[in-house]
């Protein structure tokens, strides 16, 4: 393991260069791997940016981080580079995390232990603090439909943790005579 005041070190030279690019430097990670070092850089689009970080954006990002290194010097030998974005299963703890997030389901354990499961509807910036608005929802049993609840407001200095749940309803096989009732407007 390469010592952490060595990614502080990495984190000053490449942050700039993220910045530059209209992304957030998340975190630097600096390890050993053999005779070279592995130098992992994660980034993400800002809260108001209404992109995605695709493959485009992180080769820009990859090519000015690199640059960077190259010309500070700061890591010693020979490296590999990794720049990615930090990931569907990453935890939410900045505002600009939730706010990436709306419209997603999210699994949310407060300061007092309680969880809220749900739907992220909204991201409220307030002077009463920033907060999000989670819709409950609760899987339905042996093939029935979802109970949604009202929504909830949580502030977020209330959030112990956080994270983006996978959502694979909807995913799947189509039944050919139900989709044929959907386009008909018929209920089945």
């Known amino acids: 393991m390469v010592a952490p005041a060595h990614a502080e070190r990495v984190r000053h030279v490449v942050e ?3 910045v530059a690019g209209g992304l957030v430097l998340e975190d630097v990670t600096v390890r050993k ?3 070279r070092s592995v130098v992992e850089v994660v980034v993400d689009v800002t809260e108001d940016d209404e992109g995605g970080l695709d493959l485009e ?25 990794d720049v990615m974005s930090p990931g569907v299963y990453r935890p939410l703890t900045e505002r600009r995390h939730f706010t990436r997030a709306v419209g997603r389901m999210l699994t949310v354990t407060l300061t007092d232990g309680t969880k809220l499961a749900g ?4 991201v409220d910036r307030s002077q009463a603090g920033d907060a999000v608005v989670v819709v409950p929802v609760t899987p339905g ?26 959502d694979l309803s909807g995913l799947g096989p189509v039944d050919d005579d139900e989709a044929a009732r ?7």
Do not use: M, N, Q
């Open 16 to 18: 700039p260069a993220v």
């Open 33 to 35: 791997a053999g005779a």
């Open 57 to 81: 954006r992180v080769a820009e990002a990859t090519r000015a981080v690199s640059d960077a290194l190259d010309a500070a010097d700061v890591i010693v030998g020979e490296y590999t580079l």
């Open 119 to 122: 739907r992220l509807t909204e």
């Open 141 to 166: 049993r042996k093939g029935r439909k979802p109970v949604v609840g009202e929504p909830v407001r949580v502030l977020l200095t209330d959030v112990r943790e956080a994270h983006v749940e996978v």
């Open 182 to 188: 959907d386009d008909a407007g018929e209920e089945s």
